[in-house]
């Protein structure tokens, strides 16, 4: 894809569109979340080697239009997808319908709060930055009781994190929309895409550090097809976890750290890792 942004404005500048611009959720960027996040095979290759060593049934939750499920559906016996919206999970079924031949996928429209699945899992992964949307200690211990619940007896957790380290180096396995020198509420153009419709889209984002535990990420979005230009915001918050915060919730939910890793090549965490890869088993 390719990555003019010299039309997005400068940093600094203010916010693309100002009032004019469509606030959007989780569900309306379905239609080109696959053009904001892609699969790293870094990631694949850690998910898959875990999945691997523990067993064949992978859940995945939230899996969104399939960004790691249709790579790791390639190296795993099976996965259950599980999202709870309903247009994320088409985009994924539509995915999986264009590409043929993928029959160890299953997709299932639940909150991961609140699995009901009649299946046990070998492997339960939630893929980068996806615990971190819980919104309170109370949901993060609601998510975890949950996947205790769906968990084999030789299954494993994989929890990805960001850091969000205002000392972290960029490398390739930190989240591209967060950047350690940035100022709060600092306008950054970012990218400019095309879309399969031929449309092309544009983003710039700001972020702000509300405290250490709350990074405040706002998306601005220009949508040109043809004529038409339109214009979206969308604003996502994400908590931040240490190492022993992390400990400390997986034991609350009755679970053990097992092993923790800065990146998917498995380096010991320290102070300046982009992620906090966590893997976990029931105790």
């Given at each position: ?23 959007i959720?989780?569900?309306?960027r ?5 053009c ?55 985009q ?153 915060q ?15 890793y ?22």
């Amino acid at each position: 894809m390719s990555s003019n942004v010299g039309a997005l404005g400068k940093a600094g500048a203010g916010p693309i569109g100002g009032n004019h611009a469509l606030p959007i959720g989780y569900r309306e960027r379905s239609a080109f979340y696959d053009c904001e996040f892609g699969s790293f095979p870094d990631e694949v290759e850690f998910i898959a080697s875990v999945g691997q060593m523990r067993g064949g049934n992978v859940l995945e939750v939230p899996c969104a239009c399939g960004r790691l499920t249709l790579p790791l559906s390639r190296r795993v016996e099976r996965i259950t997808a599980v999202d709870r919206d309903p247009k994320m999970l088409l985009q994924l079924q539509r995915r999986l319908a264009a590409r043929g031949g993928i029959e160890n996928v299953r997709t299932v429209l639940e909150d991961m709060r609140f699995l009901k699945l009649s299946a046990m899992f070998d492997l339960i992964v939630c893929p980068r930055e996806c615990f971190q949307l819980l919104g309170s200690e109370t949901e993060a211990l609601d998510a975890l009781s949950s996947f205790k619940r769906h968990m084999s007896k030789r299954g494993c957790l994989v929890l990805d994190l960001a850091t969000f380290a205002r000392s972290s180096e960029p490398t390739e396995d930190g989240p591209e929309y967060f950047a350690a020198g940035l100022g709060d509420n600092e306008l950054i153009a970012e990218w400019e895409r095309g879309l399969d419709d031929g449309s092309l889209l544009r983003r710039s984002r700001s972020q702000r550090l509300r405290s250490n535990q709350l990074l405040e990420l706002t998306f601005f979005y220009t949508l040109v097809n043809g004529a038409l230009t339109e214009e979206f915001v969308s604003t996502v918050e994400l908590r931040i976890y240490s190492l022993c915060q992390m400990s400390a919730l997986l034991q609350a939910a009755g679970f053990r750290m097992v092993e923790a890793y800065g990146n998917y090549r498995r380096v010991p965490v320290s102070e300046n890792s982009a992620r906090l890869l966590i893997v976990a088993e029931a105790t």
